[in-house]
């Protein structure tokens, strides 16, 4: 089946520091790719849409400056977390549809990156 | 959006059928209803999808009413693995991003006991 593979699995980083997750899908092309965070004991949110060689679509209440969103290639989208803050620390999880026909779609998602920051 | 509804957790003995609600009243003609699982700390796993008709895979069975406003999400042979929380989604258009998005609930936490 289809793979969205996410790196790192987890990271720890000083604040004020960046920190850069990648989502790639192994063996299909994404037009669009998704951002989530999850805090603890919490659901999925959606922060942003990434489609392939344009600007991201931020949800309201979400930083674009913040969260940096790169989707250069139909296989890579990257997550850039800039002067990153305690506050920051959560489980980042990217998906991307694969597409066909209408309805039978479904997002893959990656196994998510749990950032803490220090 | 068409939101969804579900009990925020449910008890079931290894073994039996697992049987999860989800309500989605809202719900409109052409909105395909999808369920997706999450297992402590991993990304959430994408399990079977409808739209008019019941729906059977190698994981799971839907079952949706007739007027569409409800669905039920059977796993036949419930084991410990399947401890989880399974989120009902239906699935939207957001003009904005020109794409199909998932918007997660609160889910069910699904507990299979031995």
């Known amino acids: 089946g289809a793979v969205v593979s996410q790196h790192p699995s987890r990271v720890i980083c000083k604040s004020g520091t960046s920190v850069k997750i990648e989502c790639r899908s192994l063996?299909?092309?994404?037009?669009?790719m998704f951002w989530y965070r999850q805090f603890p004991k919490q659901s999925l949110m959606l922060m942003a849409t990434s489609n392939e060689g344009s600007k991201a679509t931020y949800e309201q209440g979400v930083e674009k400056d913040k969260f940096l969103i790169n989707h250069a290639s139909l296989t890579l989208s990257t997550l850039t977390v800039t002067s990153a803050h305690p506050e920051d620390s959560s489980f980042y999880i990217c998906s991307a549809y694969r597409p066909r026909w209408p309805g039978t779609d479904e997002a893959f998602f990656g196994q998510g990156t749990r950032l803490t920051v220090v | 959006d068409a939101k969804t509804t579900q009990p925020p957790s449910m008890d079931c003995a290894e073994g039996r059928a697992a049987n999860l609600p989800c309500n989605h009243s809202t719900i409109s003609g052409n909105e395909y209803v999808y369920w997706y699982r999450q297992i402590h700390s991993q990304g959430p796993q994408y399990i079977i999808h409808g739209l008019k008709n019941n729906e059977t895979n190698e994981m799971a069975s839907l079952i949706i009413t007739e007027d569409r406003k409800s669905s039920t999400l059977i796993l036949p042979h419930a084991t410990l693995r399947d401890t989880a929380v399974y989120y009902c989604?239906?699935?939207?258009?957001?003009?904005?991003?020109?794409?199909?998005?998932?918007?997660f609930g609160k889910g069910t936490k699904l507990s299979v006991i031995p």
């Open positions: 989604i239906v699935r939207v258009l957001n003009s904005g991003a020109g794409s199909y998005q998932l918007t």
């Open positions: 063996d299909f092309q994404a037009t669009t």
